[in-house]
């Protein structure tokens, strides 16, 4: 599995845009066993982890629903799948 990865990312959010910062792992699809090496590594899922969410360079981490904060880690993580 490769290491985190800082992101600064613009998502639309509720129609709105907004700026999320934080970190991401991309992930592996794991791989199968082989001769030396009979169980081989399991696939591991992408993660993300936000630092901050601004909206017009206003810090709005703080005021964000634990329940919105799931869809802006889904949302960033699918637009930094794209790269």
Do not use: H, R
Request: with cysteine; glycine share 8%; proline share 6%.
């Amino acid at each position: 599995m490769k290491g985190w990865i800082d992101f600064i990312e613009e998502i639309s959010f509720n129609g709105k845009s907004i700026t999320v910062v934080g970190s991401w792992s991309e992930g592996s699809s794991g791989s199968y066993s082989t001769w030396n090496d009979p169980l081989g590594d399991p696939p591991e899922p992408p993660d993300i982890e936000i630092e901050s969410i601004s909206y017009k360079d206003i810090d709005i981490t703080d005021f964000i629903s634990n329940m919105y904060i799931e869809d802006i880690e889904d949302l960033a993580l699918c637009k930094l799948q794209e790269y």
